[in-house]
């Protein structure tokens, strides 16, 4: 025991007072950086006992984390991110069934019809009867490529998302090697994993994955329980996404045991999961059901119209020309070329002898809006149109709503991890404070030991 | 509960974020005074007010056809109210000159009168009302009489409106068995026959053409009953697709609509709650150590 390991005391107390201010401004300036993990100095006392201890040792520093709450986190992000996108990319959907557009327009040519059956002479009712006819086929044509680019928008965004994931995941294997070569000292590589973890936690906002620590402190990341994204070897799997051949629905593909696995299926959550259930959920009833109106509205008028007899005592004249099934009908249909511009073709007559005040026809024709001619028989065309419109709500209703809830399940588990692992910025600087205080006595330790010193120097003299 | 600073900030941006929300659509809904604007606001209130909407426009379109019902009916009705006066004074004229007192002249000034009156039937017997010669049926196009001889060229059809889905009512009455063309008793030709009866000072001619006289005004009469109880029949039609509208704007009101006064007190809510909010994020960060220094 000597004058000289109390000047050793003070000086390692100095080390690890300097290192714990460290630490806590470290915290403190990154009160607002996403995905900071608080940290908390550790130090421990230097012996030997028997010369009464050596001071304080800073060990390093650990991130105040807990493992089941970071799970947790993934699975809500995973559930926010599905429902998130699984609304916007339905909300344009809500707009087309909104009340304007086909609805009014069925209404109108109702109406114009009606004219054209008090007025089958006149001129400007069969014009009428013309126009509205070419705007209902315009706006089934419109509402039938709306639901197409909401297709082929949740099929480009299902490709921009698997780019990212593949970054990211790329990120996440090379930060894993990084990690364990920096670790090898025992030292935790705390920003490295920060940084790790942030990217998890992104990746699962985009598709379901569990992550599992290796004893190296790498991680292997694996999707919905079944494809490793990245490796216990620290390598990253990237997921493929390509067109399908046959309806070029974007398709996601991984290599699994060598073989290349479709595995869009099981993308049942997060943004991809999201966008794939919108795709061939309620985007896909929307296009079918559009589809199918446009194509019993065309199907319903033209026989009809083709059964009377026009002005000039024409007769088969079709009202619409549209593809020939229902597959596509919404964007085919539109008012026959062999009617357009020319309203004597309207057939409102029954029999070319009784020109041109029969209106038998027309009144056959106008009895179509109260006709259950549509799904299937069990619908007008209107009925069908608000209760497609009823269809589709319900999936947008459902979709926010959803969002709504999984995001305060979301907000809620993020408060308790941010109770866990965020930065208060008053406990920062109690720490900073604590080894201020740490640091001063240190400091004054070895004053003390000078002043020791000195008088034992002054013996001599 | 340990609570971080970033806490704090995410609790109050989250506040301001969702109250903000809140008024947006409170103030779309109190400036549209419409609860369902999409389907996803409600989609079965959306789906009914859509069929309320159809119902409507079909009641709507079905009130214009019963006007123009009405108006048809009642232009025909008017003609043949002329053609009845005219009957009538043919008859009076048949009933005085059948008396022995009067001399060949007299005749003769009465039957340029009949023929007169006669010109003044085949008039009627042609009235175009919106564009539609009433009396032709299905031919309306041109006059279905001719003015000399009394020819019929429609086709005596009775055409059809649709007042309400499925109900059709007949509008006008047919030119041919009205004025006699080809069944019951020709008008022109009753009128040519007491015309040429009195030209040619034929008392019993005269006479005996009364009955004609009688007839064709019994058969204008009937059409004038058919076409009243038509022009009542468009009448209840139009009345009754007011009422089918006026109960179909009730209906879709209550489902899409918002009362007004909750429309404004949603509306103030959602500012108090938007301005307490922002208040709260005002005031952070909250004096803390930082602060204390």
């Known amino acids: 025991m000597s004058v000289m390991s109390l000047l050793n005391v003070g000086a390692n107390g100095m080390a690890a007072g300097t290192f714990g201010a460290n630490v806590a401004s470290h915290g403190a300036s990154n009160v607002a950086t996403e995905g900071y993990t608080r940290r908390v100095a550790t130090q421990v006392p230097l012996g030997p006992a028997p010369a009464g201890g050596n001071g304080a040792q800073a060990t390093g520093m650990k991130r105040s984390i807990d493992p089941f709450v970071e799970k947790r986190l993934l699975g809500v992000r995973t559930s926010a991110g599905e429902a998130a996108a699984r609304a916007d990319a339905l909300v344009t959907l809500d707009d087309i069934f909104a009340d304007s557009g086909i609805g009014t327009q069925l209404d109108e040519l109702e109406a114009a019809v009606a004219d054209v059956a008090a007025r089958p002479g006149e001129i400007a009712a069969r014009t009428v009867a013309l126009s509205a006819a070419d705007s209902l086929a315009r706006s089934l044509a419109d509402a039938g490529s709306r639901v197409a680019e909401a297709r082929s928008d949740a099929n480009g965004r299902i490709r921009a998302e698997v780019g990212t994931i593949n970054q990211r995941i790329t990120q996440i294997a090379q930060l894993g090697q990084e990690i364990a070569r920096s670790e090898v000292d025992g030292r935790e590589a705390s920003d490295l994993r920060d940084r790790r973890d942030q990217l998890v936690r992104d990746v699962a906002t985009q598709i379901p994955v569990t992550a599992v620590q290796q004893s190296d402190g790498q991680i292997s990341l694996i999707f919905n329980g079944r494809t490793e994204l990245v490796s216990r070897d620290g390598k990253a799997h990237l997921l493929t996404a390509s067109p399908d051949p046959a309806t070029g629905d974007t398709r996601i593909t991984a290599i699994e045991a060598g073989a290349t696995v479709d595995i869009t299926r099981y993308a049942q959550g997060g943004t991809v999961g999201g966008l794939v259930a919108a795709r061939d959920g309620a985007i896909t009833t929307a296009a079918k059901r559009i589809d199918q109106l446009a194509f019993d509205i065309a199907t319903a008028y033209n026989a009809a119209h083709g059964a009377g007899t026009d002005l000039d005592g024409g007769t088969g004249t079709p009202l619409f020309d549209v593809s020939a099934t229902a597959a596509g009908a919404a964007q085919s249909i539109k008012l026959s070329a062999s009617i357009a511009g020319q309203p004597r073709k309207i057939a409102a007559a029954q029999d070319a002898v009784s020109l041109p005040g029969d209106n038998r026809n027309a009144l056959a024709l106008r009895a179509l809006a109260t006709t259950r001619f549509a799904s299937a028989g069990t619908r007008t065309a209107n009925e069908a149109f608000a209760d497609a419109g009823a269809e589709i709500g319900t999936a947008v209703m459902t979709a926010t709503s959803d969002r709504a809830h999984t995001d305060d399940a979301k907000v809620q588990v993020e408060s308790l991890r941010a109770s866990i692992s965020g930065v208060s910025l008053d406990e920062e600087m109690m720490n900073l404070t604590r080894y201020q205080r740490a640091y001063q006595a240190s400091l004054e330790v070895v004053r003390v030991a000078d002043e020791m010193l000195g008088s034992l120097l002054a013996l001599r003299r | ?293």
């Open chain 2, 1 to 293: 509960m340990r609570v971080s600073d970033g806490m704090l900030h995410d609790m109050a941006q989250r506040g301001i974020e969702r109250a903000r929300e809140k008024a947006a659509s409170a103030s779309a809904a109190a400036s549209t005074g419409l609860r369902v604007q999409k389907p996803s606001d409600d989609p079965v209130a959306h789906a009914l007010a859509r069929r309320e909407s159809a119902r409507e426009s079909t009641a709507r379109s079905s009130e214009r056809t019963a006007d123009h019902g009405l108006s048809l009916t009642a232009g025909a009705e008017g003609a043949l109210a002329g053609v009845t006066d005219a009957l009538a004074r043919a008859r009076e004229l048949g009933v005085q000159l059948a008396n022995g007192t009067f001399t060949a002249e007299d005749r003769a000034a009465a039957a340029y009168e009949v023929r007169e009156l006669r010109k003044e039937v085949a008039s009627l017997a042609n009235t175009e009302v919106e564009g539609v010669h009433v009396f032709a049926g299905y031919r309306d196009a041109a006059p279905p009489f001719d003015e000399v001889t009394g020819a019929y060229s429609g086709d005596g059809a009775v055409r059809q409106l649709e007042v309400a889905p499925y109900l059709r009512f007949p509008v006008g009455v047919s030119g041919a068995t009205t004025f006699g063309a080809g069944t019951g008793t020709d008008v022109f030709a009753t009128l040519d026959a007491m015309a040429t009866a009195l030209d040619t000072n034929d008392v019993a001619g005269v006479r005996a053409s009364l009955d004609g006289l009688d007839a064709s005004a019994t058969q204008i009469l009937d059409a004038r009953a058919e076409l009243g109880s038509q022009m009542r029949g468009f009448e209840g039609a139009r009345s009754a697709a007011q009422i089918a509208q006026d109960r179909g704007a009730a209906t879709r009101a209550q489902l899409v609509e918002i009362d007004p006064y909750r429309a404004f007190s949603d509306l103030a809510n959602a500012e108090r709650a938007l301005e307490a909010s922002v208040a709260v994020a005002a005031r952070l960060p909250f004096a803390g150590l930082l602060g204390a220094r």
